[in-house]
């Protein structure tokens, strides 16, 4: 077997002249459409028009092309069955032993916020995913390219033996199909939206590798990140790393619950995370007092944690990020002498998020996918805001004015803690945390033992309802003047019995914030 016709139609024309120049010197006749025929002419490439192939002219602008036996029997005839090579010879057919063939821009059309829906249905391929499909289904006799990346090593064994391995076909027929999956999935997302199914009888989703990791959670696991095709800035997966090492499984899902909490500010605001949860947050009229307040919640845990800023890092806020141990810092930017100081560490990685214009209380959900043995969930993500307008106020006191201050604020954090949740704030920051426990009262022991001292004349907020007035008591006996919590136990009577009884003030939100 050799190479000797091709049919070649591309929309993204990276690399293809110089491809199909090489292809030419081997002898290979190139059959191709449209513009891509106009580019190859123009450079000199002989190459054959579709429709001298077909005997049929390009119709319906150029809806209707490849669309024909002359070209789907020169692709998926079997080659060594007699009976296909008849029917072939005697229609005068001939074969097709090479495609190459990306597809209309798709998704680079629905990037565009204001996209016409009939352009974004101009852009649906129909011939190229049929023609990728045909060739890849008969790859034990045709070869089939999708990637401009892979242009090289054919043309290498071209040039070797006249043909590809059958190895190597069967490599880049895998590809095709995740090709069109995944370009099927994009047009499957685009028209549910379109009319309102976000939640269909199908779900598919389809994702871009970023990069390869050294490995999972665990050295002995196997690991991958990757990004959604048209992901929103001011993520971790459109971050540019300015410095340090390659990330990791960890650092990743750190790296993002740390912007998920941060995220939640629209004043500036500092978030360190240790193993997925806060061990420090802090907010201040800049992000220097903001990182202060955050670095004095946890001095301990923030050790070789992770540390994230809603505002551009200065020198100031840099040169005391580097006395410690980090594993990264993401901000929006990092100033010339911010970056500076912090690239001395050899190690340390900084990302940079680029503008996070959206206010919290405007953030939309995205669709969350979680794996379970033999399926997946999926739920919308939790954005849901609050603010004083959304609370009840239970107690016979009232909060004042800075207890609901700061009540907001450990609203805003006990959210993004594992459940049962528990933090107690104080003067704009975190000064305990309690997470994961079985029960909340553990939660809240957690949390009002790390605050120590510091806990009288603090509120605690937590992420669903008291079943008991133990948490209650507890917080009263560490001097908690102020608690926020969901409501809707069928003890709520016990709880605001006893914050009444010892002068603590209780709003519920009506609200519930489980993280498992």
């Known amino acids: ?37 106009n580019l190859l002419e123009k450079e000199g490439i002989p190459v054959i028009g579709i429709s ?16 024909h036996p002359a070209v789907h029997s020169g692709l998926l005839a079997v080659r060594d069955d007699e009976e296909h090579q008849k029917v072939m010879k005697e229609l005068g ?37 049929t023609m990728l499909r045909s060739a890849a289904k008969n790859h034990k006799f045709v070869t089939v390219v999708v990637d ?62 970023v990069q390869d990791l050294r490995y999972g959670e665990n050295p002995h696991q196997k690991a991958a ?37 941060v995220k ?20 201040g009229a800049n992000i220097h007092e903001a990182y202060q307040k955050a670095y004095a919640a946890d001095p301990t845990s923030i050790f070789g944690g992770i540390v994230a800023a809603n505002r551009t890092l200065g020198a100031e806020t840099a040169e005391l990020l580097s006395q410690i141990f980090l594993e990264i810092i993401i901000a929006p930017d990092f100033t010339p002498e911010a970056l500076e100081i912090l690239s001395k560490k050899k190690n340390i990685r900084l990302l940079k998020l680029g503008e996070l214009s ?35 106020f239970v107690t016979d006191r009232k909060p004042t004015a800075e207890e609901l201050k700061q009540l907001l604020f450990g609203w805003k954090v006990v959210k993004h803690v594992k459940s049962n949740a528990i933090v107690v704030v104080k003067n704009d920051m975190t000064i305990g945390v309690g997470a994961g426990q079985m029960n909340r009262v553990g939660s809240a022991r957690i949390a009002l033992d790390q605050a120590g001292e510091q806990a009288a004349g603090g509120v605690l907020a937590s992420d669903a309802f008291f079943p008991m007035g133990d948490t209650v008591e507890l917080a009263a006996k560490h001097g908690i003047t102020a608690i926020i919590q969901t409501g809707g136990s069928v003890k ?21 914030h489980f993280k498992h």
């Open 1 to 37: 077997m050799a190479i000797r016709r091709a049919l070649i139609s591309v929309s993204d024309k990276t690399g293809i002249v110089e491809f199909s120049r090489e292809l030419a010197n081997q002898g290979v006749q190139i059959i191709s459409t449209g513009g891509t025929f």
């Open 52 to 67: 001298d192939v077909t005997g049929f002219p390009e119709i319906l602008d150029g809806r209707v092309k490849t669309l």
């Open 93 to 129: 057919l001939d074969y097709i032993d090479l495609v190459v063939v990306n597809l209309y821009p798709f998704k680079q059309t629905i990037a565009n916020p204001d996209v016409a829906y009939a352009d974004a249905i101009e852009n649906i391929d129909i011939g190229g995913p």
């Open 148 to 209: 401009a990346s892979d242009y090289a090593a054919v043309i290498e064994e071209v040039k070797a033996s006249g043909d590809t391995t059958l190895e190597t076909r069967k490599r880049l027929t895998a590809k095709v199909f995740r090709h069109t999956a995944a370009y099927d999935s994009l047009i499957a997302d685009y028209l549910s939206k379109q009319v309102g199914e976000p939640l269909p009888e199908s779900y598919t989703v389809t994702y871009e590798k």
């Open 225 to 261: 990140f990757y990004s959604k095709p048209l992901a929103a800035a001011g993520n971790i997966t459109t971050a540019e790393q300015l410095h340090g090492k390659e990330l990791s499984y960890n650092n990743i899902n750190d790296a993002n619950a740390a912007l998920a909490i």
């Open 264 to 283: 939640e500010f629209d004043e500036p605001a500092v978030v360190a995370i240790k193993h997925m949860n806060p061990c420090g947050v802090g907010i």
């Open 358 to 392: 959206v206010a919290a209380a405007e953030r939309q959900p995205e669709w969350l996918v979680t794996t379970v043995d033999g399926g997946m969930l999926v739920q919308e993500s939790d954005v849901r805001s609050l603010t004083e307008a959304d609370l009840q």
């Open 492 to 512: 709520d009577a016990e709880s605001i019995a006893a914050a009444n009884a010892n002068n603590i003030a209780m709003v519920l939100t009506g609200v519930r």
